[in-house]
Protein backbone atom coordinates (compact mmCIF):
# COMPACT_ATOMS: atom_id res chain seq x y z
CA UNK A 1 0.00 0.00 0.00
CA UNK A 2 2.69 2.34 0.88
CA UNK A 3 3.96 2.30 -2.22
CA UNK A 4 0.95 3.24 -4.28
CA UNK A 5 0.19 5.74 -1.54
CA UNK A 6 3.26 7.25 -2.86
CA UNK A 7 2.70 7.48 -6.43
CA UNK A 8 -0.38 9.49 -4.78
CA UNK A 9 1.69 12.15 -2.80
CA UNK A 10 4.36 12.13 -5.09
CA UNK A 11 1.73 13.63 -7.77
CA UNK A 12 -0.27 15.60 -5.58
CA UNK A 13 2.71 17.36 -4.45
CA UNK A 14 4.57 17.93 -7.64
CA UNK A 15 1.03 19.44 -8.97
CA UNK A 16 0.79 21.76 -5.94
CA UNK A 17 4.19 22.79 -5.87
CA UNK A 18 3.96 23.92 -9.72
CA UNK A 19 0.44 25.86 -8.57
CA UNK A 20 2.37 27.39 -5.76
CA UNK A 21 5.67 28.43 -8.11
CA UNK A 22 2.62 29.97 -10.41
CA UNK A 23 1.16 32.04 -7.65
CA UNK A 24 4.76 33.55 -6.38
CA UNK A 25 5.68 34.40 -10.63
CA UNK A 26 2.44 36.76 -10.46
CA UNK A 27 3.26 38.66 -7.12
CA UNK A 28 2.34 36.95 -3.54
CA UNK A 29 1.46 39.40 -0.93
CA UNK A 30 -0.32 38.68 3.06
CA UNK A 31 -3.48 37.52 3.28
CA UNK A 32 -3.64 36.51 7.10
CA UNK A 33 -1.78 36.30 10.30
CA UNK A 34 -1.58 33.92 12.66
CA UNK A 35 -0.20 33.47 15.41
CA UNK A 36 1.82 36.50 15.38
CA UNK A 37 2.55 39.26 12.93
CA UNK A 38 5.14 37.62 11.25
CA UNK A 39 3.03 34.44 11.26
CA UNK A 40 1.63 35.27 7.66
CA UNK A 41 -0.45 32.79 4.98
CA UNK A 42 -0.69 34.02 1.83
CA UNK A 43 -3.68 33.30 -0.62
CA UNK A 44 -1.36 30.90 -2.35
CA UNK A 45 -0.96 29.09 0.77
CA UNK A 46 -4.81 28.79 0.86
CA UNK A 47 -5.26 27.66 -2.95
CA UNK A 48 -2.61 25.21 -3.00
CA UNK A 49 -4.04 23.52 -0.21
CA UNK A 50 -7.48 23.31 -1.21
CA UNK A 51 -6.07 21.32 -4.32
CA UNK A 52 -4.03 19.12 -2.30
CA UNK A 53 -7.38 18.33 -0.72
CA UNK A 54 -9.44 17.96 -3.82
CA UNK A 55 -7.04 15.85 -5.60
CA UNK A 56 -6.92 13.66 -2.14
CA UNK A 57 -10.86 13.26 -2.09
CA UNK A 58 -10.72 12.24 -5.36
CA UNK A 59 -8.50 9.49 -5.06
CA UNK A 60 -8.96 8.29 -1.89
CA UNK A 61 -12.45 9.97 -0.23
CA UNK A 62 -12.08 7.92 2.93
CA UNK A 63 -8.81 9.56 4.53
CA UNK A 64 -8.80 11.80 6.65
CA UNK A 65 -7.09 15.17 6.13
CA UNK A 66 -4.61 17.69 8.06
CA UNK A 67 -3.07 20.55 6.96
CA UNK A 68 -1.82 23.21 8.36
CA UNK A 69 -4.31 26.08 6.95
CA UNK A 70 -7.84 23.70 6.57
CA UNK A 71 -7.75 22.03 9.83
CA UNK A 72 -8.58 18.20 10.17
CA UNK A 73 -11.04 16.67 8.31
CA UNK A 74 -12.18 13.56 9.54
CA UNK A 75 -12.17 9.94 7.65
CA UNK A 76 -12.98 6.19 8.15
CA UNK A 77 -9.78 4.63 6.51
CA UNK A 78 -7.39 4.86 9.06
CA UNK A 79 -5.43 7.31 7.13
CA UNK A 80 -4.64 10.47 7.52
CA UNK A 81 -2.92 12.88 4.86
CA UNK A 82 -0.88 15.35 6.66
CA UNK A 83 0.22 18.33 4.57
CA UNK A 84 1.90 21.66 4.41
CA UNK A 85 0.99 23.64 1.06
CA UNK A 86 4.34 25.53 1.39
CA UNK A 87 6.43 25.16 4.36
CA UNK A 88 8.67 28.15 3.98
CA UNK A 89 5.86 30.65 4.30
CA UNK A 90 8.20 33.68 4.83
CA UNK A 91 10.66 32.48 2.11
CA UNK A 92 7.60 32.62 -0.69
CA UNK A 93 6.81 35.77 0.33
CA UNK A 94 9.93 37.47 0.22
CA UNK A 95 10.86 34.82 -3.43
CA UNK A 96 13.00 32.76 -1.51
CA UNK A 97 13.24 30.09 -3.58
CA UNK A 98 14.04 27.42 -0.69
CA UNK A 99 10.29 26.59 -0.10
CA UNK A 100 8.16 23.32 -0.55
CA UNK A 101 5.02 21.51 -0.58
CA UNK A 102 5.04 18.51 1.69
CA UNK A 103 2.40 15.92 1.98
CA UNK A 104 3.03 12.92 4.65
CA UNK A 105 0.47 9.68 4.48
CA UNK A 106 -0.13 8.26 7.79
CA UNK A 107 -1.87 5.36 9.48
CA UNK A 108 -3.16 5.89 12.84
CA UNK A 109 -4.24 8.96 14.38
CA UNK A 110 -2.46 12.10 13.35
CA UNK A 111 -0.59 12.44 16.05
CA UNK A 112 3.86 12.33 15.31
CA UNK A 113 3.57 10.94 18.82
CA UNK A 114 1.83 7.88 17.43
CA UNK A 115 1.65 7.28 13.83
CA UNK A 116 2.79 5.32 11.49
CA UNK A 117 4.22 7.17 8.40
CA UNK A 118 3.88 4.96 5.25
CA UNK A 119 5.03 7.59 2.35
CA UNK A 120 5.82 11.51 2.08
CA UNK A 121 7.31 13.75 -0.51
CA UNK A 122 9.00 17.06 -0.19
CA UNK A 123 8.91 19.50 -3.60
CA UNK A 124 10.72 22.80 -3.81
CA UNK A 125 9.25 23.84 -7.33
CA UNK A 126 12.04 26.62 -7.04
CA UNK A 127 14.50 24.01 -7.79
CA UNK A 128 12.76 21.11 -9.16
CA UNK A 129 14.19 18.90 -5.74
CA UNK A 130 11.24 16.13 -5.03
CA UNK A 131 12.27 14.46 -1.91
CA UNK A 132 10.19 11.11 -1.56
CA UNK A 133 10.07 7.75 0.71
CA UNK A 134 7.65 5.20 1.48
CA UNK A 135 7.98 2.77 4.63
CA UNK A 136 10.73 0.10 4.01
CA UNK A 137 11.40 0.94 0.13
CA UNK A 138 13.88 3.69 0.59
CA UNK A 139 14.66 7.70 0.48
CA UNK A 140 15.07 9.26 -2.81
CA UNK A 141 15.95 12.66 -4.34
CA UNK A 142 13.95 12.24 -7.32
CA UNK A 143 15.38 8.68 -8.64
CA UNK A 144 19.02 8.91 -6.57
CA UNK A 145 18.50 6.78 -3.24
CA UNK A 146 19.69 8.78 -0.12
CA UNK A 147 22.14 7.88 2.55
CA UNK A 148 22.41 10.21 5.45
CA UNK A 149 25.91 11.68 5.32
CA UNK A 150 28.77 9.79 7.43
CA UNK A 151 29.00 10.43 11.10
CA UNK A 152 31.53 13.46 12.09
CA UNK A 153 33.03 14.70 15.53
CA UNK A 154 30.44 17.61 16.91
CA UNK A 155 33.14 20.18 15.85
CA UNK A 156 32.80 18.51 12.41
CA UNK A 157 29.20 18.47 12.20
CA UNK A 158 26.84 21.32 10.10
CA UNK A 159 23.68 21.66 11.96
CA UNK A 160 20.55 23.30 11.19
CA UNK A 161 17.57 24.41 12.71
CA UNK A 162 15.03 27.65 13.06
CA UNK A 163 13.09 29.47 15.22
CA UNK A 164 9.49 30.23 16.43
CA UNK A 165 6.57 33.00 15.49
CA UNK A 166 6.60 33.33 18.86
CA UNK A 167 9.42 36.16 20.59
CA UNK A 168 9.67 34.70 23.97
CA UNK A 169 10.68 31.53 22.00
CA UNK A 170 12.91 33.04 19.76
CA UNK A 171 14.75 34.53 21.84
CA UNK A 172 15.63 31.11 24.09
CA UNK A 173 16.49 29.41 20.59
CA UNK A 174 19.08 32.31 19.79
CA UNK A 175 20.68 31.97 23.30
CA UNK A 176 20.93 28.12 22.56
CA UNK A 177 22.69 29.08 18.87
CA UNK A 178 25.02 31.64 20.95
CA UNK A 179 26.33 28.51 22.54
CA UNK A 180 26.04 25.92 19.90
CA UNK A 181 27.95 28.10 17.32
CA UNK A 182 31.83 27.67 18.17
CA UNK A 183 31.21 24.06 18.91
CA UNK A 184 30.00 22.79 15.93
CA UNK A 185 31.45 23.52 12.34
CA UNK A 186 28.55 25.76 11.48
CA UNK A 187 25.08 26.53 11.71
CA UNK A 188 22.29 26.83 8.55
CA UNK A 189 19.19 28.33 8.81
CA UNK A 190 17.00 28.38 5.81
CA UNK A 191 13.45 28.80 6.80
CA UNK A 192 11.68 25.08 5.53
CA UNK A 193 11.60 22.60 7.77
CA UNK A 194 10.44 19.88 5.53
CA UNK A 195 13.77 20.96 3.26
CA UNK A 196 16.01 21.04 6.42
CA UNK A 197 14.86 17.50 7.34
CA UNK A 198 15.33 16.34 3.77
CA UNK A 199 18.80 17.86 3.27
CA UNK A 200 19.93 15.64 6.57
CA UNK A 201 18.48 12.32 3.94
CA UNK A 202 20.26 13.97 0.98
CA UNK A 203 23.74 14.19 3.34
CA UNK A 204 23.86 17.95 3.06
CA UNK A 205 23.87 18.57 6.88
CA UNK A 206 25.12 16.23 9.82
CA UNK A 207 22.19 17.24 11.77
CA UNK A 208 19.09 19.16 12.39
CA UNK A 209 16.67 20.72 14.98
CA UNK A 210 13.67 22.78 16.14
CA UNK A 211 11.26 23.67 18.71
CA UNK A 212 7.73 24.13 17.94
CA UNK A 213 7.58 22.33 14.32
CA UNK A 214 3.89 21.52 13.74
CA UNK A 215 2.81 17.61 12.59
CA UNK A 216 2.85 19.18 8.59
CA UNK A 217 6.46 20.81 9.13
CA UNK A 218 7.59 17.32 9.27
CA UNK A 219 5.64 14.59 8.68
CA UNK A 220 7.12 13.92 4.92
CA UNK A 221 10.64 15.15 6.05
CA UNK A 222 11.30 12.47 8.85
CA UNK A 223 9.94 9.72 6.86
CA UNK A 224 12.55 10.26 3.91
CA UNK A 225 15.49 11.18 7.00
CA UNK A 226 14.15 7.96 9.04
CA UNK A 227 14.53 6.26 5.39
CA UNK A 228 17.71 7.75 4.85
CA UNK A 229 19.56 6.00 7.73
CA UNK A 230 18.93 9.05 10.00
CA UNK A 231 17.55 8.76 13.62
CA UNK A 232 14.76 11.03 14.26
CA UNK A 233 13.50 11.82 17.64
CA UNK A 234 12.25 13.84 20.31
CA UNK A 235 14.59 15.66 23.37
CA UNK A 236 15.41 13.13 25.79
CA UNK A 237 12.50 10.62 23.84
CA UNK A 238 11.80 8.42 21.23
CA UNK A 239 9.69 10.19 19.02
CA UNK A 240 9.63 14.00 17.67
CA UNK A 241 6.60 16.70 18.18
CA UNK A 242 6.30 20.17 18.85
CA UNK A 243 8.39 19.78 22.00
CA UNK A 244 11.32 18.92 19.90
CA UNK A 245 12.68 17.77 16.66
CA UNK A 246 16.16 16.07 16.05
CA UNK A 247 17.73 14.15 12.77
CA UNK A 248 21.07 12.96 11.88
CA UNK A 249 23.16 10.00 11.98
CA UNK A 250 22.79 8.15 14.52
CA UNK A 251 26.36 8.70 15.99
CA UNK A 252 25.92 12.30 15.60
CA UNK A 253 22.58 13.41 17.25
CA UNK A 254 23.84 11.49 20.40
CA UNK A 255 26.59 13.85 21.07
CA UNK A 256 24.38 17.06 19.59
CA UNK A 257 21.72 15.91 21.96
CA UNK A 258 23.83 15.75 25.38
CA UNK A 259 24.81 19.37 23.71
CA UNK A 260 21.48 20.58 22.98
CA UNK A 261 20.38 19.62 26.97
CA UNK A 262 23.53 21.23 28.40
CA UNK A 263 22.72 24.58 26.22
CA UNK A 264 19.40 24.52 27.55
CA UNK A 265 17.57 23.89 24.39
C1 LIG B 1 8.32 27.20 8.94
C2 LIG B 1 9.25 26.04 9.21
C3 LIG B 1 10.62 26.52 9.66
C4 LIG B 1 10.49 27.36 10.90
C5 LIG B 1 9.63 28.56 10.58
C6 LIG B 1 8.23 28.12 10.12
P1 LIG B 1 5.97 27.56 7.78
O1 LIG B 1 7.05 26.69 8.61
O2 LIG B 1 9.37 25.28 8.05
O3 LIG B 1 11.49 25.45 9.93
O4 LIG B 1 11.75 27.75 11.37
O5 LIG B 1 9.52 29.38 11.72
O6 LIG B 1 7.60 27.45 11.17
O7 LIG B 1 5.35 28.48 8.79
O8 LIG B 1 6.68 28.31 6.72
O9 LIG B 1 4.99 26.55 7.24
Known sequence: MSREL???????????????????????EVAA??????????AADREV??????????ARPNDAILGEEGGSTGGSSGITWVVDPIDGT????????????????????????????LAGAVFNPATGELFTASRGGGAFLVDRPLRVADPVPLEQALVATGFAYDSAMRARQ???VAG?????????????????????????????????????DHGAGALIAEEAGAVVKGLGV????REFFLAGHPDVVGPLEELLVELGA
Request: aromatic residues 6%; charged residues 25%.
Open 49 to 58: EELVRARIAG
Open 33 to 42: TKSSIVDVVT
Open 6 to 28: LTLARAIAVEAGELAAARRREGV
Open 180 to 216: LVPRVRDIRRAGTASLDIASVAAGRLNAYYERTLNPW
Open 238 to 241: DRPS
Open 90 to 117: VNYLYGIPHYAVSVAVVEGDPDPLSWTA
Open 174 to 176: GAV
